[in-house]
């Protein structure tokens, strides 16, 4: 049986591999594109809508992925995904190579790839269920988040110093080359990881999505739990939108890729802690502790102009998020059935990150027309909070991330007094 066990983790340790280097590929274009349109646009409006572009379709669309995750080969829906997301990279690349795209271009090209990526977020967590027992899945969240923080950790880094040989559809090549990579490694796991409810596999999707639904509802705290996550995804929404836009007034693009690769070096710290010791009990402690302390180095964050300070209160966030995600994910993934696990985690997709799209819409609008005005020479704002924290382009977006992380440690302060919560992470 542990021979099994063994044998079913190093199967996951080969799709873990995959999306690992599809990730830093990610991370490649979504930095190199952000400076891209900045520059292009000087509005942190243009760079917030891509970013919304990039995201809103894989959310919208997860339901259906995650249907599609419980009634196919989950493999198979992985492949498909990966393959087929790679198209709306080549459009991008094939229209800079015509000229100058027009912002409507990019914002096509990254929303063909969403599309399609929605297809592979579902099935790929799935099939994690598929492969561990239960005690390993903290263990295995913790190198989920490993693997997804390389596109803040080293992709940034890795992009600003490309910027120094090549432009930006060299990176677009890497990152196209990186979905090959991934391809073999989905390939390499034996066929057929879960091929589950095929006797179903043609009753009316939304039958589907309402077991999927009842699933989640059925399971007493989750349901919460998932506002409660779409609620800090909403202020983390902020940081990733506007990171480019507050700090390239001040520095270049080779900075912006160190301080946030710096940053990110936290995450890595805390997956990496996670991964080795694992999280074992009172998960509901652990998700409001460490919320309580990332919202408190999220507000660091705005506090200064200081490139230092900046990377180092970025770096304790970073620390921070393994333990909130990793709890929430135990917790959510331990009272969900296998057989409804991808539809579940479809609904739990959307719900969950609907804050990352709210905070895509208007962050750009806060910044630009709200914040931004408050904190220039001569703003309402300029004399009084301008002489702690700055005044200038970019000092409103700090504004901005202070009031977030605020209102994040207040939200740490509610989870421990909901009830439904609290009996779900001490279970």
């Not at 669309?61 to 995750?69: F, Q, T, Y």
């Amino acid at each position: 049986m542990e021979r099994l066990s063994n044998k079913s983790f190093g199967n996951f340790l080969v799709l873990w591999t995959g999306e690992w280097i599809s990730s830093i590929g990610s991370g490649l274009t979504a930095f190199a594109l952000g400076i891209y349109v900045y520059q292009m646009t000087q509005t942190a409006t243009s760079v917030a809508l891509v970013t919304l572009c990039a995201f809103l379709p894989s959310i919208v669309l997860s339901p259906i992925g995650g249907v599609l995750a419980d009634r196919f080969d989950r493999r198979l829906m992985m492949i498909v995904g990966d393959l087929c997301s790679a198209f709306g990279l080549v459009f991008i690349l094939v229209t800079m190579l015509l000229g100058d795209p027009p912002l409507w271009q990019i914002c096509l090209g990254v929303t063909i790839s969403s599309v399609f990526v929605s297809l592979l977020e579902p099935a790929y967590k799935a099939s994690i269920t598929d492969l561990l027992t239960e005690e390993q899945y903290a263990k295995a969240s913790g190198l989920v988040q490993l693997a997804a923080s390389s596109k803040y950790l080293l992709s940034p880094a890795i992009a600003g110093i490309l910027f120094g040989i090549m432009d930006i559809k060299g990176i677009l090549i890497i990152d196209i080359a990186t979905f090959l990579v991934t391809l073999f490694a989905v390939m390499a796991v034996k066929r057929n990881l879960q091929v589950i409810q095929k006797a179903k596999a043609h009753q009316p999707f939304v039958k589907d999505l309402k077991e999927g639904w009842d699933a989640l509802v059925s399971a007493k705290g989750v349901l919460q739990l998932t506002i409660i996550l779409s609620v800090i995804t909403f202020y983390v929404g902020f940081l990733q939108t506007l990171y480019t836009p507050m700090l390239l007034p001040f520095t270049d693009s080779k900075t912006l890729g160190t301080v946030m690769s710096v940053s990110a070096i936290g995450m890595l710290l805390g997956s990496l802690i996670i991964g080795i010791f694992s999280i074992n009990s009172k998960y509901a402690n652990v998700l409001a502790i460490s919320l309580g302390f990332a919202g408190m180095f999220f507000s660091l964050v705005g506090m200064t102009t200081n490139i230092y300070f900046i990377a180092g209160a970025g770096f304790l966030f970073f620390t921070a998020l393994p333990f909130i995600n990793t709890s929430a994910d135990v917790m959510i993934r331990r009272r969900i059935a296998n057989e409804t696990q991808g539809r579940a985690w479809g609904i739990i997709g959307i719900l969950s990150q609907l804050g990352y799209v709210a905070a895509y819409a208007i962050a750009g609008v806060l910044a630009d027309h709200v914040f931004n005005p408050l904190l220039r020479e001569g703003g309402m704002l300029a004399s009084t909070v301008g002489k702690v924290i700055g005044t200038g382009e970019g000092r409103g977006i700090g504004l901005l991330i202070i009031v977030s992380g605020f209102l994040m440690v207040l939200l740490a302060f509610v989870i421990p007094r909901i009830k439904s919560i609290r009996t779900l992470g001490n279970q």
